[in-house]
């Protein structure tokens, strides 16, 4: 069973506004994901770690930043929300094996007005 | 570089039908398979994964083989259930292209809904 979670599961919050996501994981996994997800269904990787001090970005250009400064810890920070943020945010992590499985927190579905 | 290709969606069937969601791949290599199900407003989890040819997954009654001549990995379940609504995701990793950022490279995504 995946340990990893993710907060809050909603929010709506207002142009400009700065906000953080938080992800956690309990599996001591070294690698850990962001992804975005349209709303018609597609990810796109955002960012990634390989482990504590190490953030890469993704394959869709993002304004978001991320930071991993504990191996269980990957919050995701928009300093200024935009409508165009809009979206559902995923959070995963694996072992670090190119092959490993990825496991999936609930998701943050971020609405800003 | 590395894709994925499966069925678009929606796919609609009454229960207890046969369902077959395609998934083709190009990779170098020899990369890992996955199959991928998010269930509405959940995030995804892992159904079933095959690292080598001829390998065959299986979980909660769906199966996929690893089919290196074809490059493929149709998702396939005999009976589905109202259940299994949910969006499938097929997956590679481990592909000479992929294998040093070790990252996943998706499908689209295909949405079922499944009548009782």
């Known amino acids: 069973e995946a340990d990893i979670y993710q907060t809050p599961r909603y929010l709506v919050i207002g142009t400009g506004k700065k906000i953080t996501l938080e992800c956690s994981q309990t599996?001591?996994?070294?690698?850990m994901y962001w992804y975005q997800q349209d709303p018609g269904m597609e990810l796109h990787l955002i960012h990634y770690?390989?482990?504590?001090?190490?953030?890469e970005k993704g394959d869709l250009s993002s304004e978001s930043t991320v930071s991993r400064i504990r191996t269980e810890h990957f919050p995701l920070t928009l300093e200024s929300a935009r409508p165009s943020h809009t979206s559902q945010y995923l959070c995963?992590?694996?072992?670090?094996?190119?092959?490993?499985?990825?496991?999936f927190g609930p998701g943050t579905r971020l609405t800003v007005l | 570089g590395d894709s994925v290709t499966q069925m678009e969606g929606p796919v609609t069937l009454s229960e207890e039908a046969f369902l077959t969601i395609n998934c083709t791949y190009t990779?170098?290599?020899?990369?890992?398979l996955f199959w991928y199900v998010q269930y509405p407003g959940e995030g995804l989890q892992l159904l079933l994964k095959?690292?080598?040819a001829d390998d065959k997954g299986s979980n909660k009654g769906f199966e996929a083989t690893y089919r290196k001549e074809t490059t493929s990995f149709h998702l396939e379940k005999g009976s589905v259930q109202v259940s299994d609504s949910a969006v499938y995701f097929c997956?590679?990793?481990?592909?000479?292209?992929?294998?040093?950022?070790?990252?996943?490279?998706w499908g689209l995504g295909t949405s079922l809904a499944v009548n009782p």
């Open positions: 995963a992590s694996s072992e670090y094996s190119e092959r490993a499985t990825q496991y």
């Open positions: 599996m001591g996994h070294d690698k």
């Open positions: 770690s390989y482990g504590v001090n190490s953030t």
């Open positions: 990779a170098t290599g020899y990369p890992s």
């Open positions: 095959a690292t080598k």
């Open positions: 997956a590679l990793s481990g592909g000479r292209m992929t294998g040093n950022n070790r990252k996943l490279i």
